[in-house]
């Protein structure tokens, strides 16, 4: 029999055992989850337990970059457990909890190369709604690029220009929408977008480099930094306000990142794009990123859960 935990931030470390079991390649901590907690409007950690033992975890989010009245959740479930019920017990507990906050579906994703984890979604009602490449830049392998902006455009970073929070925002509520797969998204209000987005766990301000003309913000590129060094930076948004883009502003901000990241010494730098997003795909991989295996976004109603 699974029995489906509750945990709080004291056991925090059991949903992060079973996760970094399950997906090494993209480790979690216990920091990481507190920090999303914090950024959305509830969060819940479960564990499923069964013999005593720690077989499956999942997490459940509402508020945090989603569609109106939609949760997203992910369970995993430990290898040598697999088979017994234990996703579809800690699913139904995720769906009940996302009911409870009421929504009225769930989205999730996974690895497009785990062939058993898509069939299985596919028996329990989830549907693909998007795809995400991994793309990876290995700096140990290349020169540091000439950053090149376009006449007019001088590339700041955040730290340089304190106060140009609104400027920022301002870039992020045009970009956003634009960004296939998040249209549908409900923009935060400043205060939350500045708390949320900009000023989290893996978020510095000497990372977020903007491009001016003159004293406009026209656009912003922005990498997060895992707090626990793993050599890996991860690229964030890089937005254009529309009547500026195609003009190089995008590659120029792009440069930045890469050389400002191989001077820090981070050996890899790490993005996701949506596949219908094919100015940033070409734009990346111009700039030399290759091709891993992705993400498959997942979207269920909630129904049929007791």
């Not at 059991?14 to 970094?20: G, I, L, P, T």
């Not at 499956?56 to 290898?79: D, M, N």
């Not at 979604?121 to 700096?139: I, P, Y």
Request: hydrophobic fraction near 40%; charge should be negative; glycine fraction near 8%.
């Amino acid at each position: 029999m699974v029995e489906i935990v509750t945990v709080d931030v004291a056991e925090l470390g059991r949903v992060v055992a079973v996760h970094n079991a399950v997906r090494p390649q993209d480790p979690d901590t216990v920091e990481d989850l507190v920090d999303w907690k914090r950024q959305a409007e509830d969060m819940v950690w479960l564990v499923a337990v069964a013999g005593g033992a720690d077989v499956g975890a999942g997490i459940g989010i509402v508020g945090w970059h989603s569609r109106p009245q939609t949760a997203f959740v992910q369970a995993w479930t430990l290898p040598a457990a697999r088979g017994r019920g234990v996703g579809v017990t800690l699913y139904t507990a995720l769906m009940r909890w996302s009911a409870e906050h009421e929504c009225v579906a769930v989205e999730t994703v996974v690895a497009e190369d785990d062939e058993a984890s898509i069939a299985w979604a596919e028996r329990h009602g989830f549907r693909e709604v998007g795809r995400n490449s991994r793309l990876v830049l290995d700096l140990d392998l290349i020169e540091a690029p000439a950053v090149e902006p376009p006449t007019g455009i001088e590339i700041v970073t955040w730290a340089e220009r304190p106060g140009i929070e609104r400027d920022l925002y301002d870039v992020y509520v045009e970009a956003e929408p634009d960004v296939p797969g998040e249209e549908h998204n409900e923009l935060p209000a400043f205060e939350t977008w500045l708390a949320n987005d900009m000023q989290g766990l893996s978020d510095r301000p000497e990372a977020v480099f903007v491009a001016l003309a003159g004293d406009e913000v026209v656009g912003y590129a922005k990498l997060a930094l895992p707090h626990e060094w793993t050599g890996n930076a991860f690229h964030d948004l890089t937005g254009v306000k529309r009547t500026w883009r195609r003009q190089g502003i995008a590659g120029a901000l792009k440069r930045k990142q890469i050389a400002w990241a191989k001077k820090q010494g981070y050996r890899r730098l790490v993005t996701r794009n949506e596949e219908r997003n094919e100015p940033i795909r070409r734009l990346n991989t111009l700039h030399g990123y290759r091709v891993e295996p992705g993400s498959i976004g997942l979207r269920r109603a909630i129904t049929d859960i007791g």
